[in-house]
């Protein structure tokens, strides 16, 4: 099902989504202050995902491709939880472990913006 949904947005927007450029921004972050927020390029590298240019989607954000994955995975196990009737998800991600684990995510994820800004002219 998931791969019928991602065929169908790649064929209906495919060749609109690769029209979008670089100059387009559209971050209130990168407009307000001139630098790039930490998940600038998140969405080009989703465009260049569905476009099936998968280095292109690491070069273009690292956490591009993880990011995508964890919220499909997120949302089908939200929407079994819904249909089936379990709580298994909300059980899981309460247990202190995630916590960690998400912390960590999130200081790595700063980590690479901040190499990202020293290292690379945006």
């Known amino acids: 099902m998931l791969l019928l949904f991602l065929g169908t947005v790649y064929f209906a927007f495919g060749k609109r989504i690769r ?11 990168r407009i307000v202050t001139g630098i790039p927020c930490p998940g600038c390029g998140m969405g080009t590298s989703w465009k260049l995902l569905f476009a099936g240019d998968i280095l292109g989607s690491f070069k273009s954000h690292l956490f591009g491709i993880p990011t995508f994955l964890s919220l499909v995975l997120f949302f089908l196990s939200a929407t079994s939880d819904r249909i089936i009737g379990s709580v298994w998800t909300t059980a899981i991600l309460r247990r202190p472990f995630w916590k960690v684990v998400i912390g960590v995510i999130v ?15 945006f």
């Open 107 to 121: 200081g790595i994820l700063f980590l690479y913006w901040g190499i990202r800004l020293a290292v690379k002219a």
């Open 19 to 29: 029209e979008v450029t670089h100059s387009q921004y559209l971050c209130p972050f």
